[in-house]
C-alpha cells in the first residue's frame, strides 16, 4: 500500500512538472489569445461605438487594429524565440543581461513601443485623438502614458539587474 502511495505521488509530480513546463514554454500563446480577445471586443462593440460617435467611423478600424498589433508584438517576438528552440521558455526573458537576441528584441519592441506611444500622445496630439476612444480627458491620457514610461524604466532596471543565467 505504502510502495502504490509512493508511484501516485510520483506520477502527480511528473505531471504537474510537465504541465509546468508547458505552460513555461507556451506561455506566449497565452499573451495572444488575450490579444485576440480584446480585439474580438473591440469587433463586438464597433457598432455600439460608432452609433454613439459617427465621428469616429473614419478611424476606427486603424486605431482597434494598431491596438492589436502593438498588443501582439511583444507576445509574436517572445514565441518566435521560444519556437526555433534560440530561448528556453517565459523564464530565460527575465534576465535580459544573458544576452540572448530574442530576450533583447523582446525588451526593445516594449521599449519602442511605450517611448514612441508616449511621444505620439505628448508632442503630436495623441492624447486628443485617443481620447474619444478612451472616455478619459487628453490630460488624464498624458499622464498614463507618462507613468507607463516611468514604469517602463523601472521594470527594465529591475530586470537587467538580475544576473545572467549560469
Sequence with gaps: MVALARVNSAVVRLKFASM???LAKYFWAIGLIF???EHYSWVNKKDQVLSQQPE???????????????????WVVMGIGILSGRVGNVFDFLRPRSGNAFVLAFYF????????????????????Y?????????????LWFALSTVFLIFWMGMAYMQP???
Design 35 to 37: 490579444a485576440a480577445r
Design 20 to 22: 509546468f513546463d508547458y
Design 130 to 142: 485617443l481620447s474619444p476612444y478612451m472616455n478619459k480627458s487628453p490630460t488624464s491620457i498624458k
Design 109 to 128: 519592441v516594449i521599449a519602442m513601443e511605450t517611448l514612441s506611444l508616449t511621444g505620439w500622445v505628448w508632442a503630436f496630439g495623441g492624447a486628443s
Design 56 to 74: 469616429l467611423a473614419d478611424s476606427y478600424d486603424r486605431v482597434m487594429w494598431g491596438h492589436t498589433v502593438f498588443y501582439s508584438l511583444p
Design 164 to 166: 545572467a543565467a549560469t
